[in-house]
Structures are given as structure tokens and as C-alpha cells.
């Protein structure tokens, strides 16, 4: 299946080709990312998904501009990400996984640091943001629990109103509530004329990702394996499971459109793309999104 694919005339607003990062530990070369292609166009919600240790952080950290990838390139509305302009960073808000906070600074603190160094900063925004999260702004960061240093990390990132956002499992910590609050953030935007928020997130709580994605991208040890929109995938990539030697797995196994295959005790599953595969129109059943992932990763 393609990269995210912009409509004709769409901006870009994340693009990747060919992105490799390797690394060495304990004396030993691993791969974290390997020929990673990607365009997502302006306005576009994409969840990445993917076990742990299948990249997700390399591919954000890389996009960001924090890690620079053994090969491959990319860019950030436009700029490459290695050499982000002030104008670009500006319009730009990310969310590590580990929140990246000053131990010794409050809430408070960390806002007015932060307002100092982004002109869009709107103070009116960050305040009932917190609130709406029940952030207590006045705590030193190494006193907050890690739920509420993932709210700090997430207020951070939006405070600013940014056009582009990118978070790295940003909800991870905190609870059913506080999940919803921030969902509903992410789209919000300071005046209605202004277009919609680009968002790449990435997240295991895969029934968050459902109810808000248009695009899902599937990542596993290091490669994109499946891209597309979430309303795509939903319609066309179905799950079919038959005795091994069923006549109708034999033309579907040997033709396009198989994104996932694996037999056990005499039966066959087959995940493929209906618009591509050679199997009869009504073969298979759709998937959710967690389902889906488990067949993926099965």
C-alpha cells in the first residue's frame, strides 16, 4: 500500500523518503528504521502505530530534526528537518514520550519560558487548557506524578496553537477522562477560520486513535507495513480464514493485495486488500483497528 498521498494540490506537510537510522549498543549494529517513505498531506490526523521497539520513537525523533537518520531525508512543512527555521519551529509543536521538563521549574514557570520563545504562545489558551486537564501549575515538575508531567509536556506542545503537531505516546499516562480532554484539544484551534490542525501521534491506547484518525500508519521492526486512510482500510482490507486447502486461497495467496498471511493447524489466514486481491467480492470480513494490529503483528 502507498504513503499517505496528498490530493492534487495539497501542501505537504510531513514528508519522508527512504529514512534508515542504525545504531550501535553493547558492540552490536541495530536497525530502528529502515527505507521509511512517507507524505502526509496538511490538515491530516495520522496515527502510527506499532509494537514497542518498532520505531515509532526513531521516526518522530528523526522527523523532528532530534535524531539525524543513517540515510533518507525529510521535511517538516517544507524545511528540512536537520535545519528547522525559527519560522517553521514556530509553527511546530512535539511531545517526547518521556516529557523533557526542568525539574526545579513549576507549571507556571515552564509557561513563562516557553511564552518567551514562541510569539503565538496565547496564555488564555494554555490556562484553560490546564484547567480542563486539572494540571496544578504551581507544582515543581520532579513533584508531579507522571500523568501530570505528560499533561505539562502536552500543554507545552499546544500552547502555542501550532499548525503542525507530532506527540509521542502522549496519552500513555494518563486516565480515561484526561484522554478525552486532550483528544478534544488536539483539534482546537484560536480562531475558526483557521485550517485544521496536521497531527501525527503516536499511541498503543489504539481505541483513542480510532474514533479521531484519517490516516493510520502501521509500523514494525523499522518499516511502514501498512498506509492508508482509516475510512480505506476499514472498507477495502478484510480477514479471511479457510481450511489450507481451499481452492479460493490458492489464486488469493499467489496474487497482489496480500498485506498478511499465516496458517496453523491445517487453516489459513489471510489478510489482503479487496480493491487489489483476486478473491471473490463478498471473501472476508473488515477489522477494527485493534484487530487489525493483532493480525498485523500476528
Not at 513563562?112 to 480542563?132: I, K
Not at 498485506?259 to 471473501?283: N, Q, S, Y
Request: hydrophobic share 45%; proline share 7%; net charge negative.
Amino acid at each position: 500500500m502507498n504513503p499517505v498521498e496528498a490530493p492534487d494540490g495539497a501542501p505537504i506537510a510531513i514528508a519522508a523518503q527512504g529514512l534508515g537510522l542504525r545504531y550501535r549498543q553493547a558492540g552490536a549494529q541495530h536497525t530502528a528504521l529502515s527505507g521509511v517513505t512517507l507524505q502526509v498531506p496538511a490538515g491530516a490526523v495520522v496515527g502510527l502505530v506499532g509494537r514497542n521497539g518498532a520505531g515509532k520513537s526513531s521516526l518522530l525523533r528523526c522527523l523532528v530534526g532530534l535524531s539525524a537518520p543513517s540515510e533518507g531525508q525529510s521535511t517538516l512543512l517544507g524545511a528540512p528537518s536537520l535545519d528547522l527555521p525559527d519560522t517553521v519551529r514556530a509553527r511546530l509543536g512535539y511531545g517526547a514520550q518521556t516529557p523533557d521538563l526542568f525539574d526545579w521549574l513549576n507549571g507556571e514557570q515552564h509557561l513563562q519560558r516557553f511564552s518567551a520563545l514562541y510569539p503565538g504562545y496565547d496564555e488564555r489558551r494554555a490556562l484553560m487548557l490546564a484547567a480542563r486537564l486539572e494540571l496544578p501549575l504551581g507544582v515543581r515538575a520532579s513533584r508531579l506524578s507522571g500523568g501530570d508531567q505528560q499533561k505539562l509536556s502536552v500543554l507545552l506542545a499546544l500552547a502555542h496553537d501550532p499548525d503542525l503537531l507530532i506527540l509521542d505516546e502522549p496519552v500513555a499516562s494518563l486516565d480515561p477522562l484526561a484522554r478525552r480532554d486532550f483528544m478534544r484539544s488536539l483539534f482546537e484551534r484560536r480562531a475558526p477560520y483557521q485550517p485544521p490542525r496536521t497531527v501525527l501521534i503516536s499511541s498503543h491506547l489504539l481505541s483513542d486513535l480510532e474514533r479521531v484518525v484519517t490516516h493510520v500508519a502501521f509500523l514494525r521492526q523499522g518499516r511502514l507495513q501498512l498506509v492508508d486512510e482509516w475510512d480505506a482500510l476499514t472498507e477495502h482490507v478484510r480477514l479471511l480464514e479457510l481450511p489450507a486447502h481451499a481452492a479460493v486461497l490458492l489464486d488469493l495467496q499467489q496474487g497482489p493485495g496480500v498485506l498478511h498471511r499465516r496458517e496453523k493447524d491445517g487453516r489459513v489466514r489471510v489478510l489482503f486488500d479487496a480493491r487489489t486481491a483476486i478473491a471473490p467480492p463478498a471473501a472476508g470480513h473488515p477489522l477494527g483497528l485493534d484487530d487489525l494490529f493483532a493480525e498485523l503483528n500476528a
